[in-house]
């Protein structure tokens, strides 16, 4: 509905944040419904919280945040409020949560109306809006010329500000949904630990009673992996505490590429917001080979139903965690059964290459540790969440393992992925394999045998050189030994992985 005497639109339908999107030409429809909008590409984004005790007390100090005195925040929000006031905006209530008793309620305010669609399904939309009276978050995102010539925008780029104490959020510039998303996961990496559940930047499905939890870093198609193993739970918004599973959100963000797990005229329907995908004259997507730009990711925000997910929004378990891997170096097997100590060591690594397989195929060896998969997102003290998935396993008895989603053999990070009757072999020894033997190094266990579908089990019989494949298997573990060496509690995790 508009309010009289002010341009402010609250809780419009994405069919009429569509229409206005389209009159105040935000973007395009492509021939099949979706709107394509553009984002600043390569932006650069600065992340700050508000210095106050609740922050400063439990704050990771590698934390990729920069502290902000309270005055600066408080005038900055009042700006933005003065200067958006008379302009043409919109507000939605949402929850980011799908049960009531565990969702944080959100009261976000853009100025965009394609922002506020992509809020629709990166969010949770209510029928009753904060049954159980929480204290609600204030979100605003604004452009960057709101906040006036503030000393956080000297750098240029975009900004992100949140003031925990007073439970508010600014989002400066025409970012990407990403960051949005990355800014409402970052909300509940703070707050959720404080209940004893930990929050996912990962996907899962369930299947025969069977709840497979996938975790890793970007560009290992968690979704993808998840929708092998039945219908697909939640992607890259999850919670997950002794009741098991929680969805946090009505839909998710793809990144578009072969692999994509619908065909793209369903990915593209209405209901889908695409960002930076080319169209031609006739509103086609213009195949990415033919594109100037092929570097330049797009990306698909589309609900969970498009992707068959189930309706339930809670689930038990989950009975497996998966941690996936894209290991530049080709030495780590296709799968291998790890313990629950295992896994809670692969979680702090957070283990892979900056580009995945997918993105590109003459990637640099460029190795990356990014802490339980998820970066800035994790903004407290890594034990916070380290403990708390460790009580989580032993309650759900999971089972884990580790999946190498590539690259694998001697033409590291210029080889394929692992193939589709690969995968296929993955899966099935997932759900079925009892006879496992050593790897040989980190404490793993392979698959024993040859699968009569997939290549070896044992990463070395892809190498035509046993000497270098041991060459590049010494300086992986000599990497993730200098990497957990930095840790607290650092001989725990090195005896996990038999590097003590």
Known sequence: MKHQGASRFDDLTFAELLEHALAAREGQLSAQGALVVQTERHVSVRRYLVNEPSVTDVIRADAQFQLLDPGVFKGLWERVKDSTVERTRYRLHTHMGVDPDIAVPLEITTLQAWHAMSCHQLCHIPEAFNPKEKPVWKIIWASTDALG????????????????????????????????????????????????????????????????????????????????????????????????????????????????????????????????????????????????????????????????????????GPSQLVILATDPLGVLPPLARITQEQALAWFILGYGNHLGPLESRDAEIDIRFTPGFMDTLLPRNLDDYIYILEDLMQAHQTRCFLVNAGWHGEKATRGEPLSASEESAVITSLYYCTDWESFGALGLEVPAGQSETAGPWHPKARWESEEKYLHRLRELTHAIHEELIRRVDSARWLTALDLE
């Not at 500000?161 to 400066?172: A, D, E, N, P």
């Not at 929708?227 to 009741?243: E, V």
């Not at 730009?293 to 698909?300: A, F, R």
């Open 149 to 316: 010539e503030a000393e956080v925008l000297n750098e240029g780029g975009g900004v992100v500000l949140m003031h925990v104490g007073k439970r508010r959020v600014l989002i400066g510039g025409d970012l990407s949904t990403g960051e949005m998303r990355r800014t409402l996961l970052t909300v509940l990496g703070l707050l959720l630990p404080e209940k004893q559940t930990l929050p996912l930047h990962g996907a899962a499905a369930e299947s025969d009673g069977e709840v497979t939890l996938f975790l890793g870093p970007a560009g290992t198609q968690k979704t993808t992996w998840a929708l092998k193993c039945g219908h697909l739970i939640g992607d890259r918004g999850l919670s997950w505490s002794s009741a098991g599973l929680h969805r946090l959100a009505d839909g998710c963000r793809l990144h578009l590429d072969q692999n994509l797990p619908i065909s793209l005229d369903d990915a593209l329907s209405f209901g889908t917001l695409a960002e930076n995908l080319p169209l031609g004259l006739d509103r086609q997507p213009i195949p990415a080979e033919e594109t100037t730009d092929p570097e330049n990711p797009v990306h698909l925000v589309l609900p969970l139903s498009r992707l068959h997910a189930t309706e339930a929004s809670d689930t038990r």
